[in-house]
């Protein structure tokens, strides 16, 4: 099924603009209920840059759901759960998440690269037979006609050529800058809460032998997080200083003093730079999720 080439008074019943891990499982769900849904999105594939990397039971439920437990079982690391450490590194509150069967029906912490899981979802979604994907599209405007019907137009990114499909629904899994929130209407709720936190994901076979959790350093000099998320991945966040960003920290010598607590012992050649990056945390809230046919799924807007 392709919505493009449909009769033009033809709605296609879902459009859903976005294929991240939101987009995708909402499509694959669907195409499990038997709905013909069509997929769009910028990209051709999966954005290759490491970045959510945790996820509870119950998000695990729905991946066992959708088909793919066995294959993510076997990507992801359960974790230890989450210790408290003060400035000198003294753990004072742990909070324990070793249970590998929760509320759920599976271990409560599960760390994973995201592309990866993208990919496993991608090739899933592949069974799917009422179920679309088009990527390399830029999804332009989202328009009501009022009659139930709503008017999709995007971009061939390849071509050039503008292009319009008719929907029934359309489901709005577009990221932070959503062209369907736009069309929704929604505007947001500051809870102001802003931080800006640097990201740094390093590959190393080298063991750190840190306590297999989430270490949370409550320094309120220099607020740290630190996980392993792989076999041979390591996460570590740290709050920026107020004048500082990402650009001064891009060689593992620059970010030496930040985790040289994690990597006593350890020469600097055995560990890979993989990300840098610089990320704001935001609370914020959008006041609709909804406007008739259109609806907003997934990441939080910002
Ligand atoms: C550096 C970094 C670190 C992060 N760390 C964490 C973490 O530790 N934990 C965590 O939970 N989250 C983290 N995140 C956030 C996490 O990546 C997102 O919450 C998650 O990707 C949201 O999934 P989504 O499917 O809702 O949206 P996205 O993954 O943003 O997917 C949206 C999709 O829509 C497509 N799209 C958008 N607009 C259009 C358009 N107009 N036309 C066509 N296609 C469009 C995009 O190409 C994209 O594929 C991090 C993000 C970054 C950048």
């Not at 919505?3 to 033809?10: T, V």
């Not at 695990?60 to 590194?89: C, K, M, W």
């Not at 760390?111 to 999804?139: A, C, I, M, W, Y």
């Not at 996980?227 to 620059?254: K, P, Q, V």
Request: charged letters at 25%; hydrophobic letters at 40%.
């Amino acid at each position: 099924m392709n919505g493009s080439h449909r009769p033009h008074d033809d709605p296609v019943p879902v459009v859903i603009v976005g294929a991240g891990p939101v987009g995708v499982t909402a499509a694959t769900l669907l195409g499990q209920y038997g709905v013909e849904c069509l997929v769009l999105d910028r990209w051709d594939g999966v954005y290759h840059q490491p970045r959510a990397v945790h996820l509870d039971d119950e998000i695990y439920r729905i991946l066992v759901r959708l088909g793919i437990g066995e294959q993510f079982a076997a990507v992801t690391r359960p974790t230890s759960g989450l210790q408290l450490l003060d400035r000198n590194h003294r753990v004072f509150a742990v909070f324990d998440r070793r249970s590998t069967h929760g509320r759920h029906g599976h271990p409560q912490a599960n760390l994973f690269d995201q592309p990866e899981l993208e990919h496993l979802l991608r090739t899933n979604l592949k069974d799917q037979t009422t179920v679309s994907l088009r990527g390399n599209v830029e999804v332009t405007d989202v328009a009501q006609d009022g009659q139930g019907r709503v008017l999709v137009d995007f971009t061939d990114r390849l071509t050039g050529e503008q292009e319009s499909v008719l929907a029934t629904y359309v489901l709005g899994c577009d990221g932070a800058n959503s062209v369907v929130r736009t069309a929704i209407g929604s505007t947001m709720e500051d809870l102001e809460f802003e931080q800006r936190w640097l990201v740094i994901d390093v590959a190393s076979p080298v063991e750190l032998e840190q306590w297999e959790g989430v270490h949370q350093v409550c320094d309120p000099d220099r607020a740290a997080t630190y996980m392993r998320i792989g076999d041979t991945r390591y996460r570590w966040e740290f709050r920026l200083l107020d004048g500082e960003t990402a650009a001064d920290f891009e060689s593992i010598e620059t970010l030496q003093p930040l985790i040289r607590p994690w990597i006593e012992g350890i020469s600097c050649d055995q560990l890979e730079l993989v990300r840098v990056a610089e990320y704001t945390f935001r609370a914020q809230l959008a006041d609709r999720w909804r406007d008739r046919n259109l609806f907003l799924l997934g990441e939080p807007p910002t």
